[in-house]
Nanobody, 122 residues
């Protein structure tokens, strides 16, 4: 079983920044694909960003140019740097991972974290 542990959530004012981290310290597998999803109250979960073992990334259109996803393969970790945050970015953010090479935002992720809340408000 792979356990993903997220950190970095919190409250921030519009225009501010936040960095989310996720790691799987005891994973017996190399997590080829890792990503971030979010779910706001009353809305469906959506893929925010993903990154594969080779560093290829995918982003939700509304976060392009503001968010940057990165991965540390050796540590099975993934990060999400969020800049110029907007109130619409308020959501529970979930880390996810898979072993397969398919690493798009609609791909199947089999491991999930518990989530970390990000609130953007003045």
């Amino acid at each position: 079983q792979v356990k993903l542990v997220e950190s970095g959530g919190g409250s921030v004012q519009p225009g501010g920044s936040r960095r989310l981290s996720c790691t799987a310290p005891q994973s017996p597998y190399a997590l080829y694909c890792m990503g971030w999803f979010r779910q706001a109250p009353g809305k469906e979960r959506e893929g925010v960003a993903s990154v594969d073992f080779d560093g290829k990334t995918n982003y939700l259109d509304s976060v392009k140019g503001r968010f940057t996803v990165s991965k540390n393969n050796a540590e099975n970790s993934v990060f999400l740097q969020m800049n110029n945050l907007k109130p619409d970015d308020t959501a529970m953010y979930y880390c996810a991972a898979s072993l397969g090479i398919d690493c798009g935002l609609t791909s199947t992720f089999i491991y999930w974290g518990q989530g970390t809340q990000v609130t953007v408000s003045s």
